[in-house]
């Protein structure tokens, strides 16, 4: 492991560590276009120029690999004017349509133009190259080849990511610009991630174009909910409203991309919420407070269990509720309710494309979770059996789904059960029939952990409270059990985790705390 300086800081650096993958890490600027921590080198933007002592010109630090004892600078005068003239070529025909530009405030020719350019053109703007703008070229992408600086992150990606190779360069001199070969569009799965590596605005995501301003958003840090993979994401919202999704890097999860599918999971925080309990009497639906719903519905399911048996009670558990949430339904119905009808399934309505990437056919994400907190399948399909048989008189229902039953199935089957109540967060068959709503929050208005495929443990944050008068669902699970005589006293997810790693051997020895950002694995053989 070579040790090496730069800035007049030592570091030692793994063998073959680049110069500017070094930097990174130290936290020392170095500005770049071309690199990315994964794609091939291409060294062609010219931005990365760095001296290296004894080495007679500047080099690129993208591609410059580290030595024992290199000494390196990259805030001298030279560098300063050798980056300042790359900027200028780069702009020389670049529109300067910055107002009207979606990626403008997040965009790198921009933060780098005023730290390192503040020139004045030295070009007629007639004399300028004018290229396509506003292309459709397939999946969420919009083409601006103006606005292109050459740097082959999106052709690269192509090769080596999605393995398509929908786009490369045409033409040549200072025409030579970026497009989909004809007759082509692309054609994969991984199209978002083209806007996300692009460092200008030649490439904009149509579903986020021209929504929502970048400096207006905040940010926080989540786990996608699209599938079993838990690929780590940032979303931005603004006020209680979630403007996009984008990947955030763990490489043993999802390296720094996300699927197109997984991108537009941000719209079920938006769309059809339930925000609002409801009591449903006579079949005349009506919003109520949130005491008399969980009066309401305590009182039922505990009526029931101590007159007609705990056999007579069931829950339906959601693989979308987080790891404490599922230790609570399940604790909920074991320990208050003292009933063993309770079941989950990773069945769902819709698309289950799947690949050998980051796309799972498991459209839930926490599947896992629930299997290692012992709720099974096979449990849900005892539990339809038993509401089939109408043996069922009170039905506890996470979620807003009931499995990839038809509609006119699910109301058939509920029809056979006296009470229903739904926990959920979105409107669906099961809310427009249960006779209670318990409006819950969005992964987005919580924080919690959820179980990847392989058994990674991670935690999502909450970004904002919930909307309208949803409740966090431990507080639901809370109120429901301590009104049929439990003492619950749990205070948020962290102290829900405590309980549930000291009492599941899968999570034994792990605490909230302690996962991190990037999560950690369930003790291998307890999977």
Not at 139 to 144: N, Q
Not at 488 to 499: C, H, L, T
Request: net charge neutral; proline share 4%; glycine share 8%.
């Amino acid at each position: 492991m070579p040790t090496f300086t730069i800035n007049g800081i030592s570091a030692t650096v793994p063998d073959g560590t680049t110069i500017l993958a070094a930097a990174i890490r130290i936290g020392v600027e170095i500005p770049h276009y071309c690199y990315h921590p994964k794609l091939s080198i291409a060294g062609n933007c010219r931005m990365c120029l760095v001296e290296v002592e004894k080495f007679p010109k500047l080099q690129i630090a993208c591609n410059t690999v580290v030595t024992e004892g290199m000494v390196v600078r990259t805030d001298t005068e030279k560098i300063r004017k050798a980056v300042t003239g790359v900027l200028e070529l780069m702009l020389i025909h670049h529109p300067v349509d910055c107002p009207i530009c979606d990626q403008a405030g997040e965009c790198g020719l921009q933060n780098y133009y005023m730290k390192y350019g503040l020139h004045k053109s030295r070009y007629d703007l007639e004399d300028k190259v004018r290229k396509k703008k506003v292309q459709d070229i397939g999946g969420m992408i919009v083409l601006d080849a103006e606005r292109c600086i050459l740097c082959s992150r999106c052709i690269r990606f192509l090769r080596e990511v999605s393995k398509t190779c929908e786009m490369e360069f045409f033409q040549r001199g200072d025409h030579s610009e970026i497009s989909i070969f004809p007759g082509r569009k692309l054609d994969n799965y991984y199209t978002g991630n083209l806007a996300d590596i692009c460092p200008v605005g030649a490439l904009t995501n149509k579903d986020f174009r021209f929504k929502c301003r970048v400096w207006f958003l905040s940010s926080f840090d989540s786990v996608c909910t699209g599938c079993a993979n838990g690929c780590n994401v940032l979303a931005d919202f603004k006020g209680d409203i979630l403007y996009r999704l984008k990947p955030r890097r763990n490489d043993a999860v999802n390296q720094t991309w996300m699927c197109d599918f997984g991108r537009l999971e941000y719209r079920k925080a938006n769309e059809a919420r339930l925000l609002v309990p409801v009591l449903r009497e006579n079949g005349k639906a009506a919003a109520a407070a949130w005491e008399g719903v969980l009066s309401t519905t305590a009182l039922r399911l505990r009526d029931i269990a101590d007159n007609e048996g705990p056999d007579a009670v069931a829950v339906i558990a959601s693989p979308r509720s987080s790891n404490e949430e599922l230790f609570l339904a399940k604790k909920l119905a074991a320990e208050v309710l003292k009933t063993e009808n309770i079941g989950f399934t990773s069945r769902t309505p819709g698309d289950r494309t799947s690949d050998d990437f980051l796309i799972k056919g498991d459209k839930n994400p926490n599947s896992t979770g629930a299997q290692l907190l012992g709720i099974t399948e096979e449990g849900f399909g005892r539990v339809v059996k038993a509401i089939s048989d109408r043996k069922i008189r009170a039905l506890l229902v996470f979620g807003s789904e009931l499995s990839d039953f038809p509609d006119s199935q699910v109301e058939a089957l509920l029809s056979n059960v006296p009470f229903v109540a739904q926990v959920g967060t979105n409107e669906g068959v099961v809310s427009r029939v249960a006779n209670a709503v318990l409006p819950s929050a969005s992964f987005a208005e919580r924080g919690g952990t959820f179980t990847n495929f392989t058994g990674r443990v991670q935690r999502f944050s909450q970004g904002f409270p919930p909307r309208g008068k949803a409740m966090n669902e431990i507080e639901i699970l809370a109120g429901l059990a301590n009104r049929m005589g439990a003492d619950w006293k749990f205070d948020g997810e962290a102290s829900v985790f405590r309980a549930l790693a000291a009492s599941s051997a899968p999570f034994a020895g792990m605490s909230y705390e302690s996962l991190g950002s990037e999560g950690q694995v369930v003790a291998e053989g307890r999977k």
